[in-house]
């Protein structure tokens, strides 16, 4: 079974400056997807960025993008310009590309933006 | 529309109650999930439908019940719940056979079991 690891429950950074959260995963598959979502006060869990385990170019969504070491199984998320709005709890989450429809969370980062 | 609507938002309920959360698209989507996120947990996933039939029960206990009467509907049926049922409850879809293999979250049904 595939499991996903967020090893920081909780992360600061300052307005306009750089942070990055940590996800590590194990599989035995050699395709699949990787997600970072952001669940805001809202509780909406929104998209943030998609990378397939096929690609080596790391995804990149505006401010927001990826570290994707394969080898490593590793998969973290840089936001750039931080913003009061990124406050969130972020979830890593891994989906194999083979029909099986379960996503599997981390246990998330709660990342507070200091004003 | 790129939007996934639940309702109620939120929900109280008693244990001998019996109760109905409805979440719907209009996304033509035909692969439509129910989730269920205690506090400061991950979503777990409970059950997912593809083209109206259920395709994945994760074990979850017969007192929840799940339909889909239609492509652009999922309700999820509430009978003699326990406290420890009291988390949200996430609605999502996501469009069958589509290499996007993005999820559309609905804002999820608060529900607390007295």
């Known amino acids: 079974a595939q499991t996903v690891t967020q090893s920081q429950p909780e992360m600061s950074v300052q307005e306009a400056e750089t942070v990055t959260l940590s996800c590590t995963y194990d599989t035995s598959e050699s395709d699949y997807y990787l997600f970072w979502y952001k669940q805001p006060p809202s509780r909406q869990m929104i998209l943030v960025i998609r990378?397939?385990?096929?690609?080596?170019q790391n995804a990149t969504e505006n401010r927001f993008s990826v570290n994707f070491q394969k080898a490593a199984k590793s998969f973290s998320l840089k936001i750039s310009d931080s913003q009061l709005g990124d406050a969130a709890m972020y979830f890593c989450?891994?989906?194999?590309?083979?029909?099986?429809?379960?996503?599997?969370f981390g246990t998330g980062t709660r990342l507070t933006i200091i004003p | 529309d790129t939007e996934v609507t639940q309702t109620p938002k939120h929900l109280v309920m008693g244990m001998t109650n019996k109760k109905s959360l409805k979440c719907e698209q209009h996304m033509g989507h035909r692969a439509m999930y129910w989730y269920k996120q205690k506090a400061k947990k991950p979503p777990e996933l409970m059950f997912v439908?593809?083209?109206?039939?259920?395709?994945i029960n994760e074990s979850v206990p017969s007192r929840f019940s799940p339909e889909c009467p239609n492509s652009s509907l999922l309700n999820l049926h509430l009978h003699a719940l326990q406290p420890e049922d009291s988390a949200l409850y996430l609605c999502?879809?996501?469009?069958?056979?589509?290499?996007?293999?993005?999820?559309?979250f609905g804002s999820g049904t608060q529900l607390s079991v007295l």
């Open positions: 999502a879809s996501r469009r069958e056979g589509s290499t996007n293999e993005k999820l559309f």
């Open positions: 439908y593809s083209y109206e039939k259920l395709s």
């Open positions: 990378q397939e385990a096929y690609k080596q």
């Open positions: 989450a891994y989906r194999s590309r083979g029909g099986n429809e379960k996503l599997t």
